[in-house]
C-alpha cells in the first residue's frame, strides 16, 4: 500500500528553488532514504510534507488523502511526525519528563525500554551525550505511523553507529520511515528504496540496486565517492 505520495511539489524561497517539481512515493512499511548533496532540498521536502511548509504547487497524499499545506499539528495527528536537524529536546528536563510531555497511546516505559532510556531516565537534557540526546528525540516521535528522520547519524560517535542502526531497525518493524542520509555506506545499508535529490529535483528514484548502478546517480552523485 502506497502511504506516501509526493506529486510534483515545488517550493522557492524569493529566487531560489528549493524544490523544482519533486515526485516519489513511499510504502507503507518500507525503509525510504532521501540522499542529496547539501542544499539539495533534502529537509525543504520534509518540511513540505509535515506543514511545516507550504509547496508553491504540487500534491502530498498521505493514505490517500490530499494533504498539501495542512497545518503541522494536524498531519502530526494524522500519524505524520518528524525529527529536526537540530535535536530538540528540552535541557531543564529528565529524559523521563521529555517523554512525558508527548502523548502516547503505548505506555512510556515500553518506548523507553525499546531505545535503552531507562536506565537514563532521571537524566537532565543538558547532561545527555549527543547520542543519548538523539535517542529521546526518536523516542518522542514514535507515537507516529510515518517517521521523517532528518540525519539521525549526524554527529554521531562512529563507535555509537552499529547501536544507533539497531534502533533504527527496531523501530522500522512497527514504522515507515524516512531517512535523510548523508553517509552513502549508511543509507544504502538501511533502504528499502531511496530518492536521490539533486538541486531541487529528483535525480534517481529506485532500489539500492537501481540507484547504484544508474548512470545519472553514478556520474552527478557517485561518481566522487566511488561506491
Ligand atoms: N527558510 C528558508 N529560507 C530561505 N532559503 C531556504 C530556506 N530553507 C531552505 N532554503 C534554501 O533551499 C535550499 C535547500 O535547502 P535544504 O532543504 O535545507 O537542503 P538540504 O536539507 O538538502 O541540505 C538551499 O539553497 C537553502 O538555502
Ligand atoms: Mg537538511
Redesign the pocket.
Known amino acids: 500500500m502506497t502511504l506516501l505520495e509526493v506529486e510534483d511539489v515545488r517550493r522557492t524561497?524569493?529566487g531560489?528553488v528549493?524544490?523544482d517539481g519533486v515526485t516519489f512515493d513511499v510504502t507503507a512499511g518500507e525503509t525510504h532514504v532521501v540522499m542529496?548533496?547539501?542544499?539539495?532540498?533534502?529537509?525543504?521536502?520534509f518540511?513540505c510534507i509535515t506543514g511545516y511548509?507550504r509547496p508553491d504547487s504540487g500534491t502530498v497524499r498521505y493514505r490517500g488523502e490530499d494533504i498539501t499545506g495542512m497545518r503541522a499539528d494536524r498531519t502530526a495527528r494524522l500519524g505524520i511526525r518528524r525529527t529536526f536537524?537540530e535535536v530538540d529536546v528540552f535541557d531543564e528536563l529528565t529524559v523521563a519528563e521529555n517523554i512525558s510531555l508527548a502523548s502516547f497511546e503505548t505506555q512510556p516505559r515500553e518506548i523507553m525500554a525499546r531505545l535503552d532510556l531507562i536506565e537514563i531516565h532521571d537524566k537532565y537534557g543538558d547532561e545527555l551525550t549527543l547520542f543519548e540526546r538523539k535517542r529521546v528525540a526518536l523516542a518522542l516521535v514514535t507515537d507516529g505511523d510515518l517517521l521523517l528522520l532528518?540525519e539521525v547519524f549526524s554527529g554521531v560517535n562512529p563507535s555509537e553507529k552499529p547501536a544507533m542502526l539497531g534502533y533504527l531497525e527496531e523501530l522500522a518493524r512497527d514504522h515507515t520511515l524516512v531517512l535523510?542520509e548523508h553517509d552513502i555506506e549508511t543509507a544504502f545499508e538501511l533502504a528499502d528504496r531511496m530518492v536521490v535529490?539533486d538541486q531541487?529535483r529528483v535525480l534517481a528514484h529506485g532500489s539500492p540496486g537501481e540507484i547504484r548502478t544508474d548512470e545519472t546517480v553514478q556520474e552527478q552523485y557517485l561518481g566522487e565517492m566511488a561506491i
Open positions: 524561497f524569493g531560489i528549493a524544490l542529496g548533496a547539501n542544499g539539495a532540498g533534502k529537509t525543504t521536502l518540511n511548509y536537524q532528518d535523510i535529490l531541487g
